[in-house]
């Protein structure tokens, strides 16, 4: 006897699905029915799932299609079940009542199941080919509790993540301090864009407040502070005096093409992020690029949020997560990485310590001296030199070259006490390296950084008058007295002059 007779499950089974006596005009066909059923099964599970992860919105179902395939585990999979089951499904239909007709199930008694079915029917292709009023803006409601600073407010976004939005966790995952963002509302609004690409700038002026608020509400923004005309001494130095003290996220916009960077800042490092990306072009290549293009006078440097407390290695994890999320939520444009990352409070291992010991070795040192002391210039490499110098054109630098190298090293650069009280005034970097004693290096690293330390003993000389006159501090004043001298390990006795690090008896000033 045959195993599925034998077996009391497989019996049992045996006895509904192969030896069950049917009616003798049954056959194959008449599976198509068990099939529908399977398939509307699977798409309701994979539906499910994809629900999970997919937008409607008309900015972002691509985006989201892309996500599902790409970062979704097995993703790709269950949406091309999907897909493909719906395909199956009406194939499936077509075969059913192809099969009704054929055998005259739409006769009596069977009309009132063949009419069901036709309904059935005629409603799958009206779902099938029914849209849906989609606009883009939306508005979420956002309750952000933190103890004693909760606070209820209305955030529109556009050009917005929405699946990241949807998945922030509920107990504050994504947010500092333990933050928690709950999305009360979904409601649509249909709103007027307006673009102005005007490069006319009037900063702080009623006539222009407009155009920004309509910027901000295209970019569905709502910065704390914003500062425009960053090509003027005095926008810098309102930057500098607004934002002392504080950290928190901030936004770099181009008016012209309304792209933006997004970046966080530690205490008091507002300013240091502001001059690199946009004075000294060492941050961000795109932003550096675009800056070139368009100039410093068409982007606008904003506060997006200050974080509450002073930043530090225990919650500088928490300004991470924040910056994590608005990188997430607005996907900038000129952001080469959209996952917030810091160095902060990193330590180096003995083990890596050791490892960079290791490269710079007196036997490396050494083997480096010899290789250049017995470098040597071939002849033809020479004359290569020469011939180039001697046909040098006397106009070789032009006047507007000569002029750029003129304004870069004739800088005018102020001296403020920590309470921003005016102290002096320097022509030009060199004649301020100078003064103070130090190197230009020591004096472009304190301007990226924007502050200096000076020694003591120089505060009677930095005057005005006397900088004019051409003084020069007394030798007498550049070394400490036996009583405050300070030594380095190997017993040496520094010089006094600028420096970058806080030592005793020097005073931090603020450099611009």
């Not at 006769?107 to 005629?122: K, N, S, T």
């Not at 650069?413 to 022509?427: A, M, P, Q, V």
Request: charge should be positive; hydrophobic fraction near 35%.
């Amino acid at each position: 006897m045959a195993l599925r007779k034998r077996d009391v499950f497989l019996g049992l089974v045996n006895s509904y699905v192969v030896d069950s006596p049917q009616p003798s005009n049954l056959n194959y066909w008449w599976n198509y029915g068990s099939l529908l059923a399977l398939c509307l099964v699977i798409q309701i599970l994979t539906g499910v799932f994809l629900a999970m992860h997919y937008s409607s919105n008309i900015e972002l179902a691509f985006l989201s299609v892309e996500h599902i395939m790409r970062d979704v585990n097995y993703g790709w999979w269950i949406r091309y079940c999907h897909a493909n089951g719906a395909s199956f499904f009406f194939i499936f239909v077509y075969i059913h009542m192809a099969r009704g007709l054929y055998y005259g199930s739409y006769r009596a008694p069977r009309a009132m199941v063949w009419y069901i079915g036709v309904i059935i029917f005629l409603l799958m292709i009206i779902t099938g080919f029914l849209g849906y009023k989609n606009n883009i803006v939306t508005t979420y409601t956002i309750n952000k509790n933190n103890g004693p600073r909760s606070y209820k407010k209305d955030i529109k976004y556009n050009n917005i993540n929405k699946l990241y939005l949807n998945n922030i966790p509920a107990n504050g995952g994504g947010s500092p301090s333990g933050n928690t963002y709950k999305y009360i509302n979904y409601i649509n609004h249909n709103i007027k864009h307006y673009r102005n690409y005007s490069t006319y700038n009037n900063n702080y002026k009623d006539n222009n407040k407009l155009y920004y608020d309509n910027l901000f509400k295209e970019l569905n923004i709502s910065p704390i502070y914003y500062f425009d005309n960053l090509d003027k001494v005095e926008t810098k130095e309102l930057i500098l005096n607004k934002l002392r003290e504080l950290g928190g996220i901030y936004i770099i916009i181009n008016k012209i093409n309304k792209n933006f960077y997004i970046g966080s800042a530690i205490t008091n490092k507002f300013y240091s992020r502001f001059y690199r990306h946009l004075i000294s072009l060492t941050g961000n290549k795109p932003l550096k690029a675009s800056v070139k293009k368009y100039g410093l006078n068409n982007f606008i440097f904003g506060i997006l949020e200050v974080f509450p407390e002073v930043i530090n290695k225990e919650n500088n994890r928490e300004l991470i997560k924040l910056e994590d999320t608005y990188l997430k939520t607005y996907l900038p444009n000129y952001n080469i990485l959209l996952e917030a990352g810091s160095s902060f409070g990193y330590k180096h291992s003995e083990e890596s310590k050791l490892r960079m010991k290791l490269n710079y070795s007196k036997e490396r040192k050494e083997l480096i001296r010899e290789l250049q002391k017995n470098r040597k210039w071939s002849e033809y490499s020479k004359n290569k030199l020469r011939e180039i110098a001697f046909n040098r054109s006397d106009n070789y630098w032009s006047k507007e070259g000569l002029d750029r190298i003129s304004n870069i090293n004739s800088h005018n650069i102020k001296l403020f006490d920590i309470n921003n009280n005016y102290i002096c005034n320097f022509k030009n970097i060199v004649q301020t390296s100078n003064y103070l004693k130090c190197s230009t290096k020591t004096i472009q690293r304190s301007l990226s950084l924007g502050y200096i330390y000076i020694p003591d003993s120089f505060k009677i000389y930095l005057k005005d008058e006397l900088i004019n006159n051409n003084f020069n501090i007394p030798l007498s004043e550049l070394y400490l007295n036996d009583s405050i001298k300070y030594k380095y390990n190997n017993n040496k006795v520094i010089k006094l002059k600028g420096r970058l690090r806080k030592l005793e008896n020097f005073t931090k000033y603020i450099i611009i």
